[in-house]
């Protein structure tokens, strides 16, 4: 009789041998799983430095009743590389870490808990708090969010995307039957890949499906974990980068949770809209773009949001014509 397996997490790596060890001690350390069925999958997502062998070094001294599983996807992006964790789990539900987050001694027994409390969760995330390297400035912490760092409190919330928008997918565990069922197997929007500057939004776009799908979506705050912030995360080129891509990606974002009818006028209300947003906050901020990384960061966004559709179109355009 095959064992049902209860959760997979699994953890999307590319380049992580120096990174991911710490990952994999914590997930050593989770307390009261003896009732939950589990495993771990790490996704090497293309590297080039010895992820493989850090892998096979945990294999040999894993836990007895946790399989650590590893396997290999080409294509960069976290989108391809979630996604072979997906075909390639076991568990009813899988967890997102990633290579950074260092989740508490009790992030799978609270995941497995929160799940089968709240059967209509389809997707649910994590309180994740950031572990730095250098200390953010405090004006720096306006923006922490962009980050990956959530707070929304101590008590369990549902995400309206109107009104909260949706948690990022780090920390994130969702039911695998419901990803499978309500996610294309080939997301638009790819993130980070290289060094080129790609419209953002991935784990946004995925969770738009299942939420049009009628699944809720929560956050739980009993699913905690430390994002490890390396000290180049916070300057200044990085952030610039990281909010030019996030406004790249805001177009195909919002029309992906409208309706066909609702597109068009809309499309024109968001130009007009991100036009005005723009100019206002250069008027506002004309003289102060050398000294506040905020508002620079802020105009990186709010410029990304204008090009946006203009820049989705080209690679729209650019996918046809490979067809051909």
């Not at 070094?57 to 072979?84: H, I, M, S, T």
């Not at 250098?134 to 912490?141: D, G, M, N, R």
Request: net charge positive; hydrophobic share 40%.
């Amino acid at each position: 009789m095959t064992i049902a397996v209860h959760l997979t997490v699994a953890i999307p790596t590319y380049n992580g041998e120096n990174r991911l060890p710490k990952v994999l001690d914590k997930l050593k350390e989770q307390i009261n799983t003896e009732e939950i069925n589990w495993e771990v999958i790490v996704v090497n997502n293309n590297s080039t430095d010895g992820t493989a062998k850090v892998v096979k070094q945990y294999q040999e001294n894993w836990l007895k009743d946790v399989p650590l599983k590893y396997c290999f996807e080409e294509e960069q992006g976290f989108p391809f590389a979630r996604q072979k964790a997906i075909s390639q789990a076991k568990g009813e539900l899988i967890g997102f870490l990633d290579d950074d987050n260092l989740p508490a001694k009790n992030w799978v027994k609270a995941a497995y808990k929160f799940s089968q409390n709240n059967s209509q969760v389809g997707a649910f995330s994590s309180k994740i708090s950031g572990f730095f390297e250098t200390e953010p400035s405090e004006e720096l912490k306006q923006i922490l969010f962009y980050l990956a760092i959530v707070d929304r409190g101590s008590q369990p919330l549902m995400y309206e995307p109107r009104k909260k928008g949706f948690p990022p997918g780090a920390g994130l565990v969702v039911r695998r039957e419901v990803w499978q069922k309500c996610v294309p197997e080939r997301l638009f929007l790819v993130g980070r890949a290289g060094a080129s500057i790609m419209p953002a939004g991935e784990d946004v776009e995925a969770l738009l499906y299942i939420y049009k799908a009628g699944w809720e979506i929560w956050y739980n705050p009993e699913m905690q974990i430390e994002h490890v912030i390396p000290a180049w995360r916070l300057q200044k080129t990085y952030l610039m980068r990281l909010m030019r891509s996030i406004g790249l990606g805001r177009f195909h974002l919002r029309m992906l949770s409208l309706e066909w009818w609702q597109r068009p006028l809309a499309c024109l209300f968001y130009l007009v809209n991100d036009s005005r947003k723009l100019i206002l906050h250069l008027i506002r901020y004309r003289s102060e773009f050398v000294n506040n990384i905020v508002a620079t960061c802020e105009n990186e966004r709010l410029i990304g949001s204008l090009l946006s559709p203009f820049y989705l179109t080209q690679i729209k355009l650019q996918n046809v014509l490979k067809l051909y």
